[in-house]
């Protein structure tokens, strides 16, 4: 059962995964962050000057019994933070949703805007920091402030969870400590970051994988095989079909 409601709670604070969401929509806690997504969502680029921009923190996006974790970087100023949902709007979910559907586990190819039909089967889709970052690049104290939200959310999902997919280092290296912090035991020293590497966290599969930026898709650095071949290991892990 959820928690009661507290207006006025800390990200630290126990909830259910609905008012999580809503809570790290509301957060201010980085000026350069609060700075930055609001002055974008002010100005705009020229290919979206008829859209109101989100502006504001983006939560994560999949069912609350989601049995594998996608966790990324942060949403991409005019992605995320235009539209509001995770990888949405941009040429990196172009790819990761594309991948999920070609391997069974999302309801469409595309995700383009927060009301555009899109289901994940079994997925969710995060990033430990919620604000589009400048040159998306957060800062490590940023990533430390929004740590306790990603740490909320791998406590509420525990009981499904079983897989986890890490996209990028950035990723990997702020994960670690947030698993560590919600319960689970993770090696010493600190697993590092590769293509491919699977790290066990008590029953739970952690795998890292190339992130879905264009640097790296356009370059073949990931290719769609190589994204579907991470992601069908992990479904299966995680016990989906």
């Known amino acids: 059962m959820d928690a009661p409601r507290d207006p006025d709670a800390g990200p630290g ?14 957060c201010r806690a980085c000026p350069r962050l609060v700075a930055w997504r609001e002055e974008v969502a002010r100005t705009k680029r020229a290919a979206f ?41 941009d040429r990196s979910g172009d790819v990761l949703y594309q991948a999920l559907y070609d391997v069974g586990l999302a309801s469409q190819p595309t995700s383009v805007a927060a009301d555009d039909g899109l289901e994940l089967y079994g997925v969710r889709v995060t990033a430990p920091v919620h604000c589009a970052p400048p040159d998306n690049k957060p800062t490590p104290g940023e990533r430390d402030t929004c740590r306790p939200w990603l740490v909320q959310e791998l406590r509420l999902l525990r009981p499904t969870l079983r897989a986890v997919v890490v996209l990028g280092a950035f ?11 919600a319960g689970w035991a993770v090696p010493r020293p600190r697993p590092a970051f590769a293509h491919g590497a699977r790290v066990s966290l008590d029953g739970l599969a ?17 290719t769609p095989e190589m994204l579907r071949d991470v992601l069908r290991t992990a479904a299966e892990r995680a016990g989906l079909p």
């Open 171 to 181: 990723g990997w290296q702020a994960a670690l400590p947030a698993f560590a912090e």
């Open 13 to 26: 604070c126990a909830v259910g995964l609905a008012e999580l969401d809503l809570r790290v929509e509301g």
């Open 206 to 222: 952690l795998f890292g994988c190339f992130h879905v930026s264009q640097r790296n898709t356009f370059t073949g650095r990931l």
């Open 49 to 89: 000057a008829d859209w109101t921009y989100w502006g504001r923190p983006v939560p994560g996006f999949g069912p609350s019994d989601a049995r594998l974790l996608i966790i990324g970087l942060a949403p991409a100023a005019h992605g995320g933070n235009r539209t509001g949902r995770m990888f949405t709007g």
